[in-house]
């Protein structure tokens, strides 16, 4: 089967021989407290941090999914309030997650950010949480603090679920990234991964809310010495180290990206029967394509793509039956885009 579900999706091939490896080499049971894991997950960090640019003072924390990172920012870093900006059903989870201490604000899937911010004003919350990848829908936002009117003090948290690891992401323009392992990463779901700035520490320290077996304090205290606050997933973070060691840098990976998804609406601009979900190309994001259409036509395009052995990602949400989504992850060969366009041309 060849997935185009946006997460879980298709898997790196290389992984299976990476797979394999660890099992060879004894990687899967291996002891996390044990000298040779902390090598491991020093060697992770350092693969991360070089590949992806990721700031030096930025750490990095293995956690199960990106939504126990939602939690995990709402009670180790939230003070009081936190201001969620969204306009998708993942954004709107974080919110209803929050609910104790959130601000919701809900906006149109053709609005940006900063379009948004110039309505609310002044951001209330001492934390605002913030989607740069909303699956559900396929729109990309930029993450900029100056499209914000913000106290020094405030805090910026980002999922980039859809996009960690297949796009540049501005590290410096926000104090927390979350996301998961079977989006762009492209390994089998069942791990997240968080950064936090040095701002984001301080906040930790200063709250200090040791309550909660994952609070950043407890992930950091582990951290410094190359552990984790749990028994992690250890195969997971072995075939993070090994592709990311694989892959080229991830300048060279947005660029494939934008590629690939310019094959995409090269191909769609002249496909009369679907449409874009998201009108301002500006707001699509790059790694998920979201389409809408009539409702008996993206279930016919659904049955003949798993005939063939292709799965399309269905609609999320609002949309669930009116769209269907498209991954575009660095998993995803111009090959594989070429089959699926085969498909749909030749039978649809």
Known sequence: MLSFYPGPSKVHPEALGYIQEAFDQGIVSINHRSPRFEKLLEATFQELHQKWNIPNDYTIYFVSSATEAWEIVVQSLVRKKSTHLFNGAFGKKWAHYAAEVAEPFEFSINQSLSDISQKIGPITGDTLCLVQSETSNGTGQQIRRSDFQLTDDTLIAVDATSSMGGMELPWNEA???????????GIPAGMGILLCSPKALARAKELGRETHYNDVLFLEENRRVFQTQMTPNVLSIYLVYRLTQQLPILSETHRMTLEKMKRWTDFWDNHSDFSYLIENPELRLPTVLALTGDPEKIKKLHKICLNKGIELGKGYGDWKKTSFRIANFPSHTFEDIETLIQTITNEL
């Not at 104090?175 to 990463?185: N, R, Y």
């Open 175 to 185: 104090d927390v990234w979350l996301a998961s392992v079977q989006k762009c990463i």
